[in-house]
């Protein structure tokens, strides 16, 4: 089978890396054009193109990949699949039905629950306890297409989005073999979605990320696990920005039920424990405004942190 792969972020590289490893025949690699990056605005290329060009295959960048331009080039390369996955432009569907066959995309959630372009933050910060992967026939509609296979795994309280995601994106290289082997072989099966039961990932926005100290400790948590990489949990001290990358949940110290939300409870060598809506979290990782990310410990030798003061 000849096959475009469409991808751009590294949550895409293991996938392109799965289809090089095994006999398939990769006409292209379409990708995002290189964009300037860091301080010095060097142009900076993305990932799945790094690996492409490694293993010497042919890359495309199309500004719009929708274009008439773009259409013509793809459509001359006469592959049977497409390969979607994490690429960041939304495909029409003349460019979609230029696949022979169909295309095909990997999905970081048990679809049709969460849909959209942040599924595995939004899984995490509403405290699910289990997410997966879903191959599925794209159609126009945003990951409402009918499903070829799909793969559950546990989310643990330790896992965070980051850790999460490390995880699907090596799933999802193996799961895209599978997929591909049925539908060579013909003896794939398409299951439409329910409707009813979709639920959408919107993309994170900066203010996603605000704490409100008076929700249970356990949503708080869950929170600043399903916000990082970005935006990351945040709050306010004497009126500076401080992210909270890590926290745990602790248990109010006696004497101190009456505390109000968002107050420092405690500051000891374990970090800073602090009132919640019900019960308490003990901050362990944080960045101030201005400086690097650093242990709780670190942020209260430099500011004098205090018991009473209040966060938010």
């Not at 193109?49 to 080039?73: H, M, R, T, W």
């Not at 849909?115 to 409402?144: C, H």
Request: aromatic share 8%; net charge positive; with cysteine.
């Amino acid at each position: 089978m000849k096959i475009i792969f469409f991808g751009s972020s590294h949550f895409a590289v293991p996938s392109l890396e799965a289809l090089i490893k095994n006999p398939y025949e990769i006409c292209a690699v379409v990708t995002q054009p290189d964009k300037k990056k860091g301080r010095h605005l060097h142009l900076g290329q993305t990932d799945v193109k790094a690996l492409a060009n490694k293993a010497g295959l042919k890359v495309f960048q199309p500004e719009n990949a929708n274009s008439g331009d773009s259409i013509k080039y793809l459509k001359g390369l006469s592959a049977d699949i497409f390969v979607i996955v994490a690429y960041g432009q939304i495909l029409s569907q003349e460019v979609l039905d230029l696949a022979k066959i169909f295309p095909i995309n990997i999905h970081a959630s048990l679809l049709p629950r969460y849909r959209g372009a942040a599924p595995i933050n939004w899984a995490v910060i509403n405290g699910e306890k289990s997410t997966g992967i879903t191959i599925i026939q794209v159609t126009r509609k945003m990951d409402s297409g009918p499903m070829l296979m799909q793969k559950e795994i546990p989310i643990s309280e330790d896992d965070d989005s980051v850790i999460l995601e490390d995880r699907l994106r090596k799933i999802g290289a193996g799961l895209l073999l599978d997929a591909l082997s049925e539908i060579k072989n013909r003896t794939f099966k398409l299951t439409f979605q329910d409707e009813k039961q979709a639920v959408m990932a919107p993309k994170l926005r900066k203010e996603d990320g605000c704490i409100d100290w008076s929700l249970p400790a356990h949503k708080i948590y869950d929170k600043v696990r399903g916000c990082l990489p970005w935006p990351a949990a945040f709050t306010r001290y004497k009126d500076k920005l401080l992210k909270i990358y890590k926290l745990e949940i602790g248990v109010v110290p006696a004497g101190f039920l009456g505390v109000r939300p968002g107050e420092i409870l405690n500051v000891t060598k374990e970090g800073l424990a602090v009132k919640a809506g019900d019960g308490c979290l003990v901050i362990k990782d944080l960045q101030p405004e201005g400086r690097r990310r650093m242990p709780a410990l670190d942020f209260i030798a430099g500011h004098k942190v205090r018991p009473g003061e209040k966060f938010g």
